[in-house]
């Protein structure tokens, strides 16, 4: 079994910036890829960012539009979100998830093909 820990979330104003980490943890695992998605109130859960855990290569949704970075850190089997430019909207649950192995895409975007989940972590982002 796998588990994801996340942190990293708050309170901040609009415009300020806050990084998110997650970590992987278990017996044995691997990783394939790691993603971020995020959820508000009285929404549905939406991709956020992806990265490709071996080459690095980033994906992101459209709305992102430069202001998030997603990076990783292997040796510590943790994944990165920088929020920069934060706007109102942007406020949310974030959680990361995990595909432990290929199953047949480079990028994942889809929720549905992540193999683990993190609890989630509070961004909460005030006018």
């Known amino acids: 079994q796998v588990q994801l820990v996340e942190s990293g979330g708050g309170l901040v104003q609009a415009g300020e910036s806050v990084r998110l980490s997650c970590t992987a943890s278990?017996?044995?695992?691997?990783?394939?890829?790691m993603g971020w998605f995020r959820q508000a109130p009285e929404k549905e859960r939406e991709f956020v960012s992806t990265i490709n855990w071996s080459s690095g290569s980033t994906y992101y949704a459209d709305f992102v539009k430069g202001r998030f970075i997603i990076s990783r850190d292997n040796a510590k089997n943790t994944v990165y979100l920088q929020l920069n430019n934060l706007k109102t909207e942007d406020t949310a649950v974030y959680f990361c998830?995990?595909?432990?192995?290929?199953?047949?895409?480079?990028?994942?975007?889809?929720?549905?093909?992540?193999?683990?989940w993190g609890q989630g972590t509070q961004v909460t982002v005030s006018s």
């Open positions: 998830a995990l595909v432990a192995y290929y199953t047949g895409n480079y990028y994942y975007t889809n929720g549905a093909e992540y193999h683990y």
């Open positions: 278990g017996r044995t695992f691997s990783i394939y890829a």
